[in-house]
């Protein structure tokens, strides 16, 4: 059973989480106000919209090595928080470690298989959290991974099974819509309405959200109301990446001049692709008949 479900006391904190909206589970909640099974499930929160909000180092200064070993939830977030913070071989190891040795742990399941995920250990994340019972969460990363691997089928067809399970759960609109994004047509149309609801919504907007809404416009060929919407999660987190490079995809399909700041993932991205080609294309020689 999903420990965030909607008969749970952590019901309206997960739902934030899942909004994005990181700084609210952080403000808003105290774990000491939860019951004491709880608490543990709040922290780890707590500690993923850290991670999400960029602050790596501040939950390894927070969880140290030997205070991870006392538990397979604060080892799972340490793992996560490695790999976001540059120590990504160290985070995979341990990694493989608490999939070994807890896999039945939700938490591990969910942030040791985000760390397999993201150093290209795909299937043995999939492995990982195969072994969920009723976690969207779960189910979340199981979507993406999926997604990651142009298998379009295989996520439509997990976010589908959640639905026989979670209804008409958060999560498992925002599966069914990041599905939609990928399969495009008419799927562009029902994607938006999930992230309007959410960016439009006083007590659920976020950056993310924004975000989302703003791309599935871009998709749709609506570029004033993508554009707005940028600018909105802009208004909220000035030095967002994703919307940054969002909105330099957008100005750049518009003809607007524009630039990206040089240490965004995509220019580091698009840099090793340009190097993996010229190193690709130094093993031929060109061949000219006279």
């Known amino acids: 059973m999903d420990p965030f479900s909607t008969d749970s006391e952590l019901v309206n904190i997960h739902t934030a989480f899942t909004q994005a909206q990181y700084n609210l589970v952080l403000s808003d909640y105290e774990a000491s106000s939860f019951s004491e099974s709880n608490r543990l499930a709040v922290q780890v929160l707590q500690y993923r919209a850290q991670l999400a909000l960029g602050q790596a180092s501040q939950v390894l200064s927070t969880i140290s090595a030997s205070k991870a070993s006392s538990s397979p939830d604060l080892a799972a977030v340490r793992s996560l928080a490695l790999y976001l913070n540059g120590s990504e071989d160290d985070a995979a190891t341990q990694a493989e470690s608490l999939a070994e040795q807890h896999g ?13 995920a993201r150093a290209g250990k795909q299937e043995q994340a999939l492995q990982l959290l195969a072994k969920h019972e009723g976690s969207l969460d779960a189910v979340a990363l199981i979507v993406q991974i999926h997604l990651s691997q142009n298998r379009v089928d295989l996520a439509k067809k997990e976010a589908q099974s959640a639905r026989a399970f979670a209804q008409d759960a958060l999560g498992v609109n925002l599966c069914e819509a990041w599905v939609g994004m990928r399969t495009g047509g008419d799927a562009y149309q029902a994607a938006f309405y999930v992230f309007e609801e959410l960016a439009q919504g006083p007590s659920t907007v976020s950056a993310a ?78 061949k000219f008949e006279a």
């Not at 039945?104 to 397999?116: K, P």
């Open 104 to 116: 039945s742990n939700v938490n591990v399941q969910v942030l040791a298989g985000t760390v397999l």
């Open 209 to 286: 959200s924004l975000i989302a809404q703003a791309v599935a416009e871009l998709h749709l060929h609506r570029f004033e109301e993508a554009e707005s919407a940028l600018g909105q999660a802009l208004a909220l987190e000035p030095e967002n990446e994703t919307a940054l490079v969002d909105k330099y995809v957008l100005d750049t399909i518009t003809g607007k001049e524009t630039t990206l700041p040089k240490d965004t993932e995509l220019l580091e991205d698009l840099d090793a692709k340009r190097e993996a080609f010229q190193q690709a294309l130094s093993k031929y020689s060109p």
